[in-house]
């Protein structure tokens, strides 16, 4: 299992934790296991926001969490891997974590919600997990088609057991559809879902803008500092196919 910090130069690392054959997540901004209750923001982080900050920091302080995770998976439900490479999405998160207190960089190697809550319980049997999630994620997390035939209830009902996930307005049609989801679920799946609100405008920043204000040579909108000086010095996004 990994579980130990890596420079952000050792794109090998990485690697290997893809290849690994089972699922594995690596802490890469400091050594110490993770200990108590946190939130969870699996993302691409390509590149992060503050759109992705704003939502660790009002999840934690609705979950009353002490510490947040930024969770960067190396796979998708759904999209390929474009954009910036792993190390340097690593490395801008890294910038992040630096100076916000409390925020933990982590890398797993799958793609599905329920396992990467399943990969952070063995890896940090001493921490608590509530994953943060918008409206088109917490969508897809009750489709069948992402489970194999037969499986999904028993999984979720492990997930739920374990987690709570706190679903915000990133992509949410309207609080009138959230309400009609939450009412179409098992009540055993609905209690354990604690919608929240991001201020419109946060809610509306982009990393796909970020990407293509970068691509024009244009400082990146929407971004932390740190990131925005990252992204310049790297020259991240400026080829063709990094923007999708």
């Known amino acids: 299992m990994y579980n130990a910090a890596v420079p952000i130069a050792d794109a090998a690392a990485l690697a290997r934790l893809e290849r690994f054959p089972i699922g594995a ?13 946190h939130v969870v923001l699996p ?16 999840a934690a302080a609705a979950a009353g969490a002490g510490g947040m995770v930024a969770l960067l998976t190396t796979k ?21 974590a630096s100076r916000l207190h409390g925020l933990a960089v982590v890398v797993a190697n799958v793609a ?17 997990f509530d994953f943060v999630v918008g409206y088109d994620t917490l969508v897809r997390l009750f489709q069948p088609r992402y489970y194999e035939p037969g499986t999904m209830e028993q999984i979720l009902d492990a997930f ?23 009412a179409s679920l098992p009540e055993r799946y609905a209690t354990r879902i604690l919608p929240f609100r991001l201020d ?20 990146p909108a929407g971004v932390p500092p740190e990131v925005r000086r990252y992204i310049l010095r790297h020259r991240l996004y400026r080829s063709a196919g990094s923007v999708r």
């Open 25 to 37: 997540a690596l802490r890469v901004d400091r050594p110490d296991p993770l200990v108590g209750h």
């Open 43 to 58: 993302a691409a982080f390509n590149p992060p926001t503050y759109a992705h900050l704003r939502l660790l920091q009002r």
């Open 76 to 96: 998708n439900v759904d999209k390929e891997l474009v954009g910036a490479p792993l190390p340097h999405r690593v490395g801008m998160l890294l910038t992040l």
């Open 112 to 128: 599905r919600i329920a396992d990467q809550a399943a990969v952070l319980r063995r890896a940090y049997p001493s921490a608590t």
């Open 160 to 182: 739920f057991a374990e987690h709570r996930v706190l679903a915000t307005n990133r992509g949410m049609p309207g609080d009138d559809q959230v309400r009609e989801l939450l």
């Open 200 to 219: 419109e405008l946060v809610a509306a920043v982009s990393s796909t803008e970020a990407r293509f204000r970068a691509a024009r040579r244009e400082p």
